[in-house]
Every structure is written in C-alpha cells, then in structure tokens.
C-alpha cells in the first residue's frame, strides 16, 4: 500500500469517527459525560472504586474531595492517561480515544507544568492547534483572551505559574470545545486571575458548555459550580446541586437584630434552643426559623431591623461529610491557657541561670583540633609515586 493510499484510508477513518461523533452528539446531546464504574488500582492501592457520576451542558460541576481521594486519578482515567481497572468514561457517548479532533469537543488541563520549556507560549499553542486542524490566527485569539499577548514571544520556562495556568487555558480553549475539564485550575492564579477563571468557566456553562472542574478553594467553588460530585477514599459520596448539598450538610440559625430584643426573648420564651448573642440588639437562634421569629414579632408589636436564615458554609458542610473519609487528618491546633488573672509576669532566666534562679556553670570549651599528622617523607606515609 502507497503512503497516498495509507493517508487516504486515515481521511476515511478520521470521517467516520467524525460523524460517529456527530450521530452521538444527537443521541447524547452536547457536552453529556458519563462515568460507570471507573476503577483504578495501583498494585495492591485501589485508588477509585467503581465510581460513577454524570456532569451536564449548561452546568459547572465541581469535582470536590480531600487530599488523596482520587479526583487526579479518576480525570486521567477519563481521558486515557492512565488506563481504568475497569469502567469506562464518555464524552455525548464516546470514549476519549474515539474522538477524531479532541480539542473541538473536550478542552482539559490537568497539569499546566507539562509543557517544552524551551518552546514559547505561542509556538506550544501552534502545534497543539497544528494537530487539530485549527487555523494559526485561533491561537493569537486565545492568547489574548488569557491576557498572554505580551508574553506569547517568551519561552515557557520563563513563566510564572499562574503564567503558566493561562497558558493551558488557552490550549483548552482553542478548539471551542463543548466539554471543559480542569484540575485545580487556580492554582498559582493572583485574585483577579482567580475571579476571571470563575468568570471565564461560568461564562462557558452559561454558554451550554459542560464544565468539571476539581478545587480545594471551597469558597470559589461555591460560588461558580451549580453541581457537585463529593468523593472520598476513592468512592462517590455525593452528587447534588450546590444549594441541596449545603442544606442537607450544614447547620441553620436565624439571625434576628431589634431594638426591642430583650422583650423578644422574653416572648420567645423555650421556643429557642439556643442564643449567642452578637451585642446589645443581635443575636442568633438556633431551633427557630425566621417564619415563627416574624409572625411572633408582629403579634407582639416588636420591631425587627434584621431577621435572616442563616447556614454554614460549602466549606463547613464540606467538612463535615468528609470528615471520615480524610487520609491526610490534621490534629487540633494547641493553644495556649491563658495567664491567670493578677498573676506576675513570667520574666525569662538571664543567661547562664536556671528557671529557678540557680545558676548555670558556664558551657565547656570546644574541644581543641587534634594535632596534624607527621610524616617523614614529603610525599606522605606512602613514600613517592
């Protein structure tokens, strides 16, 4: 068979894949992952274990568990990094592999540290677009829209790490793919690198994108993912939008704020659990929602300035779930009793006394260096060469 006849049978299989891809995308719909029963063992560690979730079009789903859960793992299994014990993961219903042009249907960063450090930020992104059929003029667009315009000439070793995460961004957004996944993609990111990376996978999701995204910034997660999948030592924990997994994982309080507090107790009477109080007119309830706070108030008269239903954070419903399944667990950080009232200050031992007043003997001296050896010949105790 001729070279031309080999690339042209390649034309072939490249087309069929393509409108496999295509028939899937209507079956499937746009961006759907699906993943059934992925597990992955190393030697005797199994790292995951017949984990399974879905991530949406339309929707940001954060990828959430603690250190050493499997989130690197299960990502690289997906996209054929590493090959799965068993189960499999499919992007509008194919795997990784069976995709003909990746970066037009699945954009992902798992490490933005893989990259030619010789090569510069433009040239890295020439020969990925290159590999994909995608026009030069794509790449200067992308750079732009990670804000690397000025920097595209250097070469990447000359990049700072958050440098370096834009620049990734920019592969995974060459290909306007309908599939986005990102591994810790803040990392190493300013605060308003960290702001437009919310922004930027929000934007997508809004777009009709599928968005996974894996972070330990709990704080930003809440506030761009609509859906999470929690997984711990390997194995599913949770799949749920946000605000079911922060209501089922966390603690409610009302928070109540009124010039007439004192009386507002007094009618509460048992109603209430428990109160901390935040100063002279503030105070939080436990055991009672806003509704009966309200109605109370306005059957007695009281005026209210502030009455809210308050939660904890994703971070603390976080922990709690996971509180079981943390292989890297941290001790409670001492602290210290504080000194006892009117008691004298504790006044450190001067040099060369004992805590107790007692004084120390003075340190010994260094010992002295021994003596140089002797020899009788200048060459040394072997005589000359």
């Keep these: ?72 793992t299960t990502m690289r299994c997906m996209l054929g990094l590493d090959i799965a014990t068993s189960g499999t993961a499919r ?6 592999r069976e995709i003909t042009t990746p970066l037009h249907s699945v954009g992902s960063l798992l490490d933005a540290g893989y990259v030619h450090p010789g090569r510069t930020g433009r040239n890295h992104l020439r020969w990925m677009a290159m590999s994909n059929g995608i026009d030069d003029r794509r790449v200067d667009e992308t750079l732009g829209l ?32 309908d599939i986005v996944m990102l591994d810790e993609p803040a990392n190493g ?11 930027i996978l929000t934007h997508l999701a809004r777009e009709g994108k599928t968005v996974l995204v894996s972070s330990h910034l709990l704080a930003e997660m ?32 009302t928070r109540v704020s009124s010039p007439m507090l004192e009386r507002l107790m007094s009618e509460l009477g048992g109603a209430v659990q428990r109160v901390v109080r935040h100063g002279e007119t503030s105070a939080d309830l436990h055991g009672i929602n806003t509704a009966e706070v309200g109605e109370l108030a306005a059957v007695h008269g009281i005026v209210l300035h502030e009455l809210t239903t308050m939660h904890d954070s994703l971070e603390d419903a976080f922990l709690r779930l ?64």
């Design 222 to 253: 809440s506030l761009m993912a609509d859906d999470l999948v929690v997984i711990g030592r390997g194995r599913l924990i949770e799949q749920s939008s946000v605000a079911d997994f922060v209501a089922r994982h966390s603690a409610t309080w």
């Design 1 to 72: 068979m001729s070279a031309s006849d080999d690339l042209t049978v390649s034309g072939m299989r490249r087309r069929r894949r393509a409108r496999r891809y295509e028939a899937c995308r209507e079956s499937y719909g746009d961006g759907v992952i699906e993943v059934r029963d992925i597990s992955k063992r190393f030697g005797s560690v199994e790292a995951v274990t017949k984990l399974s979730f879905d991530a949406h079009p339309g929707r940001v789903t954060g990828f959430l568990g603690p250190n050493g859960s499997g989130k690197s």
């Design 91 to 96: 992007f509008a219903g194919l795997t990784y």
């Design 322 to 385: 996971t509180a079981g399944a943390q292989e890297y667990a941290t001790a409670p950080t001492p602290i210290a009793a504080p000194p006892a009232v009117n008691s004298p200050p504790v006044v450190p031992p001067a040099p060369g006394s004992a805590a107790g007043g007692t004084m120390l003997p003075p340190p010994s001296p260094p010992p002295a260096p021994p003596p140089a050896p002797t020899s009788a010949s200048p060459n040394g105790p072997e005589g000359a060469a």
């Design 189 to 199: 990111l300013d605060p308003e690198g960290i702001r437009w990376i919310r922004d």
């Design 146 to 177: 990670v804000g690397l315009s000025d920097a595209a000439g250097r070469r990447v070793k000359e990049y700072s790490l958050g440098m370096r995460q834009r620049l990734g961004l920019a592969g995974v957004m060459l290909g306007d793919p």
